[in-house]
């Protein structure tokens, strides 16, 4: 028997992840609702051998899309699951949801769970990357994403959360010039949300907390801490922190890239935008 869980889904040209990521909720959940960002692979001939339930609409951004999924489709069931295409939810995870939902009660909104990332077949098991904790799973009256650019969370406005034992696993199948590409549009926009003086804390966004959930304290870290520092090398400090205090080269030659790539280059690049948007504002063109 399939559990009341409608998993929703993004996708934008996922022919390589989506089969994996799909097979490993199709028993499970009693609904599957895809949003496609107008692919032009294969993405929607693999997903509609699973669902009929695809809607396509234009890219803003994830906490956008995903909210609009909540706010405009026919969602059958209360409980929602977001994955991404590039994971997969294993089977004593589900074991252990189903086992919580046997005895669930109403105060429960939400469940953490646990993020392995593999990276060219590589889990990622240091540098202080496992675990990383993820609302996954949640009432659909009690929670949505927060209104960001980058770095979006599930809100909850009421109830208590679970953390599960068991782990959903990242693995992009995609080759290192995507993953490059992809990142590159992810430091341009983290550098605009950085210098939007605008934004307020509010109930629309997760709040900083030292002692809070994973998330919070990884924005507290975040805005408290790494952004005090200066500019170009803090990046450098936090690959040394990931990669020798937190024994990230223990991941091998997959983390030796993966290290360096997300846990410098990116960085770096950040700053780097960060730096040339400033002068751009400081000596905009006539």
């Known amino acids: 028997m ?3 869980i409608s998993a929703i889904i993004l996708t934008y040209n996922e022919e390589l992840n989506i089969e994996n990521c799909l097979q490993s909720i199709a028993d499970w959940v009693d609904e599957i609702i895809v949003v496609d960002s107008m692919s032009r692979d294969k993405t929607l001939e693999i997903v509609k051998k699973y669902t009929d339930k695809v809607h396509q609409r234009r890219f803003v951004n994830q ?14 069931n209360d409980w929602i699951l977001r994955l991404d295409a590039d994971e997969i939810m294993l089977p004593e995870t589900w074991n ?8 669930l009660t109403r105060e429960t909104t939400g469940f953490y769970l646990k993020r392995r990332v ?4 590589r889990w990622i098991k240091h540098g202080g990357y496992y675990p990383a904790w993820f609302l996954r799973l949640w009432r659909r009256d009690a929670g949505r994403y927060e209104e960001r650019e980058m770095d979006e969370h599930v809100i909850l406005s009421s ?3 679970i953390n599960l034992q068991n782990d959903f696993e990242e693995h992009d199948r995609k080759n290192l010039s995507v993953w490059i590409e992809k990142h590159n549009k992810y430091a341009t926009r983290e550098a605009e949300a950085y210098l939007q003086t605008t934004e ?9 907390d030292r002692h809070g959930s994973d998330p919070e304290k ?3 870290y975040k805005e408290n801490f790494y952004y005090k520092l200066p500019p170009f090398l803090r990046a450098l400090l936090y690959f040394k922190y990931r990669y020798f205090i937190r024994l990230g080269f223990l991941d091998g030659i997959p983390g030796l890239i993966w290290h360096t790539l997300q846990g410098f280059w990116y960085r770096f690049l950040v700053d780097s935008k960060i730096y040339e948007l400033k002068k751009r504002t400081l000596n905009p063109k006539p």
């Open 2 to 4: 399939k559990l009341p």
């Open 63 to 76: 906490a956008e899309q995903f909210n609009w999924a909540l706010d405009t489709v026919a969602i059958k």
């Open 96 to 103: 252990e949801i189903n086992e919580q939902f046997n005895k």
């Open 118 to 121: 593999y990276f060219m077949n």
């Open 159 to 161: 109830g208590k959360t």
């Open 200 to 208: 307020q804390q509010n109930n629309t966004t997760i709040k900083a």
């Open 218 to 220: 990884k924005r507290w």
